[in-house]
Every structure is written in structure tokens, then in C-alpha cells.
């Protein structure tokens, strides 16, 4: 059976457009893992395709007041044989648990980080990791609320720059993959919970490119399944994150689609509009502005949502081909 399904995953692999393999992608993943477990999924992506030299993850940022989250993210990156990623969060906040999965997973598998106050601060880890990079070298992908973004945005001359947060980006970051935002316009959770405040202003003054995949890319993949039930072995926490959410039943793609735009070279999943920038309110709504292109754009669905899933289902699960 687990031969069969290696070899179904392969083809759907095969059947799909190339992932630039030029470069490696320097990535910073900004995630909110706790409500969710599209978070899960993104983060397993990333390791799939760290292990085939696509990407460098360079750290990641949690932003989240989940009490578990960053232990978790630990356990995941520890259970990938990667824990020597750095993890940052933000300091200072209060922490609750709420979460399905991140305290079963930070319990039943290895780590080092034992509670949030041991993770780095987000914005220093963030300074720290662009003052080590090339110019114009890295991806930032945010898939939770913008608060440490924000916060990273309005940072000083520290140890690791003497320069601004925001002139730190223009002079480091390539791009910015966001999952956030509904378009044309809309009310999504990433943006309006909890800090609406810090999505007006990371999204108004943003000095790179941002691509925006919106609430309606994502719902339209369900991932997670009987295929990653079958495919992954029962001791992964990707499998029993997906069982403690719900049992396999699948779930939306959202964050998953942000991750495999900002790594493909290909213009077969989605269409980019680009004429126009995107406008949020103080509630975290917003809409798109049509007008002149600017530094925002946002994807438009294209490939079948069915044929998307099998992508992002195969890279969640480990399987990669070097033809992808």
C-alpha cells in the first residue's frame, strides 16, 4: 500500500508544473500555529522542500498567544531533524491555551524550547536573521495576524543593523507572500483578529512587493485527508495534528497556498491582479483598489482547485520529484 501511494504521489508530482530549483529560497515563515492546523501543513511543505535544497528556512516567527505554539513548532522542526531553527515570538503578551493540537504535539515529541519565554523576541530574531542574508535575498511568508511583522516594520538601529525595520526590508527581503485579506474585498480573520491595527499598517506601508493569497484561493483546496492519513506514518505530528484537529476529514489550503506561490516558478496555479493596491479599514476588512500597478498584488484562482490539492497534499506529505 505505502508503495502504491509513493508511487500515485510521484505522478500527481510529475503531472505539475517545475519549482524553480535555480536557487534556493531563503524563507522566514511568520505563522499564527494554534486555531488552525493549515499552519501544520505549510510548516510540513517547508521541510519537504528544505530537504530537497528548494528552500533555506531561515527561522521561524510565531505569532501567536497560544502558550504551546512556539514549543510546538519546535517539536515539528526537532521531528524534521531541523531544531536548529530558530523560533521567535512576541514578548511581553499574555498566553492562553486554546489550541487543538499544540499542547498534545509539544508533549508527545521532542524539543528543546520548553516554554514561550525561552524563544527568541520576534523582532530581534527577524533583524538578526536579514543582517546575515544577501541583498534582495529573502521571502517573508506570513500566515497568521501581522503584529510582529508590524513590530519588525517600526524597529530601530539595534546589535545586528544600524539601519531601520523598514529600511532593513527594502535593502533584504525579496518578497512577501501573505495569506491574508479576501478580494476583491471582504472581511478575513487574519487580518481583522486580533490586531486589525497592525494589518492597516503593515499592509499600507509596505516598502516590497507583496503577493496576497486571499481567504478565497485557500477554501477552495481541501487537503489533509485519507491521503496524508495513508501516506504519513502514525508517529509524525503532521498525522496527529490532522487527527486532533479533525480526524482527517480535510481541510482548507489556505496557508499552504501562500507557501507554494512564493516557491514555484510556475504561472499555472494562479493569475496575478495587479492593477491597484489593496485598502484595509480599521475593522480588518478590505478591498482592492483598481488603478495604477503598485507593489501589491493578489492571485487569482486558475488551475483547478481539485488538481492544486494534489500538489500541496504530495509536498505535506514528504514527496517530491526533482521534475516538480
Given at each position: 500500500?505505502?508503495i502504491?501511494?509513493?508511487?500515485?504521489?510521484i505522478?500527481?508530482?510529475l503531472?505539475?508544473?517545475v519549482?524553480?530549483k535555480?536557487?534556493t529560497?531563503?524563507?522566514?515563515?511568520?505563522?499564527?500555529?494554534?486555531?488552525?492546523?493549515?499552519?501544520v501543513?505549510?510548516?510540513?511543505?517547508l521541510?519537504?522542500?528544505?530537504?530537497?535544497?528548494?528552500?533555506?528556512?531561515?527561522?521561524?516567527?510565531?505569532?501567536?498567544d497560544?502558550?504551546?505554539a512556539?514549543q510546538?513548532?519546535?517539536a515539528?522542526?526537532?521531528?524534521f531533524?531541523?531544531?536548529n531553527?530558530p523560533?521567535?515570538?512576541e514578548?511581553?503578551?499574555s498566553?492562553?491555551h486554546?489550541s487543538?493540537?499544540?499542547?498534545?504535539i509539544?508533549?508527545?515529541?521532542?524539543?528543546?524550547?520548553?516554554s514561550?519565554?525561552?524563544?527568541?523576541?520576534?523582532?530581534?530574531?527577524?533583524?538578526?536573521l536579514?543582517s546575515g542574508?544577501?541583498d534582495?535575498?529573502?521571502?517573508?511568508?506570513?500566515?497568521?495576524?501581522l503584529?510582529?511583522?508590524?513590530?519588525?516594520?517600526?524597529?530601530e538601529?539595534?546589535?545586528?543593523s544600524?539601519l531601520?525595520?523598514m529600511?532593513?526590508?527594502?535593502?533584504?527581503?525579496?518578497?512577501w507572500s501573505?495569506?491574508?485579506?479576501?478580494f476583491p474585498e471582504?472581511?478575513?480573520a487574519?487580518?481583522y483578529?486580533?490586531?486589525?491595527?497592525?494589518?492597516q499598517i503593515?499592509?499600507?506601508?509596505?516598502?516590497?512587493?507583496?503577493?496576497f493569497?486571499?481567504?478565497e484561493?485557500?477554501?477552495e483546496i481541501?487537503?489533509?485527508?485519507?491521503?496524508l492519513?495513508?501516506?504519513?506514518?502514525?508517529?509524525s505530528?503532521?498525522?496527529?495534528?490532522?487527527?486532533?484537529?479533525?480526524n482527517?476529514?480535510?481541510?482548507?489550503?489556505?496557508?499552504?497556498?501562500?507557501?507554494l506561490?512564493a516557491?514555484?516558478s510556475?504561472d499555472?496555479?494562479?493569475?496575478l491582479?495587479?492593477?491597484g493596491?489593496?485598502v484595509?479599514m480599521?475593522?480588518?476588512?478590505?478591498?482592492?483598489?483598481?488603478?495604477?500597478s503598485?507593489?501589491?498584488?493578489?492571485?487569482i484562482?486558475k488551475?483547478n482547485?481539485?488538481?492544486?490539492?494534489?500538489?500541496i497534499?504530495a509536498?505535506?506529505?514528504g514527496?517530491y520529484?526533482p521534475?516538480?
Amino acid at each position: 500500500m505505502k508503495i502504491r501511494i509513493r508511487l500515485i504521489a510521484i505522478f500527481f508530482l510529475l503531472a505539475f508544473p517545475v519549482i524553480s530549483k535555480a536557487q534556493t529560497h531563503k524563507v522566514i515563515l511568520d505563522t499564527d500555529i494554534d486555531s488552525d492546523v493549515d499552519d501544520v501543513g505549510a510548516l510540513a511543505m517547508l521541510h519537504t522542500l528544505a530537504d530537497h535544497h528548494v528552500v533555506d528556512i531561515l527561522g521561524v516567527i510565531v505569532t501567536s498567544d497560544d502558550q504551546y505554539a512556539a514549543q510546538c513548532t519546535d517539536a515539528i522542526n526537532h521531528y524534521f531533524k531541523r531544531g536548529n531553527i530558530p523560533i521567535g515570538v512576541e514578548k511581553g503578551i499574555s498566553l492562553k491555551h486554546f489550541s487543538k493540537y499544540t499542547k498534545e504535539i509539544s508533549e508527545e515529541y521532542n524539543h528543546n524550547i520548553k516554554s514561550s519565554e525561552e524563544a527568541e523576541d520576534a523582532t530581534s530574531l527577524y533583524r538578526r536573521l536579514f543582517s546575515g542574508q544577501p541583498d534582495s535575498s529573502v521571502i517573508i511568508i506570513t500566515i497568521g495576524h501581522l503584529t510582529n511583522l508590524r513590530n519588525l516594520m517600526e524597529s530601530e538601529a539595534d546589535e545586528y543593523s544600524d539601519l531601520s525595520g523598514m529600511d532593513l526590508i527594502k535593502k533584504k527581503v525579496r518578497l512577501w507572500s501573505c495569506m491574508g485579506g479576501m478580494f476583491p474585498e471582504g472581511k478575513e480573520a487574519n487580518f481583522y483578529r486580533p490586531d486589525p491595527e497592525s494589518t492597516q499598517i503593515a499592509v499600507e506601508n509596505w516598502p516590497v512587493k507583496v503577493i496576497f493569497a486571499g481567504w478565497e484561493i485557500g477554501n477552495e483546496i481541501i487537503t489533509g485527508s485519507d491521503f496524508l492519513k495513508k501516506s504519513l506514518p502514525e508517529e509524525s505530528p503532521v498525522w496527529r495534528a490532522y487527527q486532533l484537529y479533525n480526524n482527517f476529514q480535510g481541510r482548507q489550503s489556505w496557508d499552504q497556498a501562500s507557501i507554494l506561490y512564493a516557491i514555484s516558478s510556475s504561472d499555472d496555479y494562479w493569475d496575478l491582479e495587479e492593477n491597484g493596491r489593496c485598502v484595509v479599514m480599521p475593522d480588518g476588512s478590505n478591498r482592492w483598489v483598481n488603478g495604477e500597478s503598485s507593489n501589491h498584488a493578489y492571485l487569482i484562482p486558475k488551475m483547478n482547485p481539485l488538481e492544486v490539492a494534489k500538489v500541496i497534499d504530495a509536498l505535506m506529505v514528504g514527496f517530491y520529484s526533482p521534475d516538480f
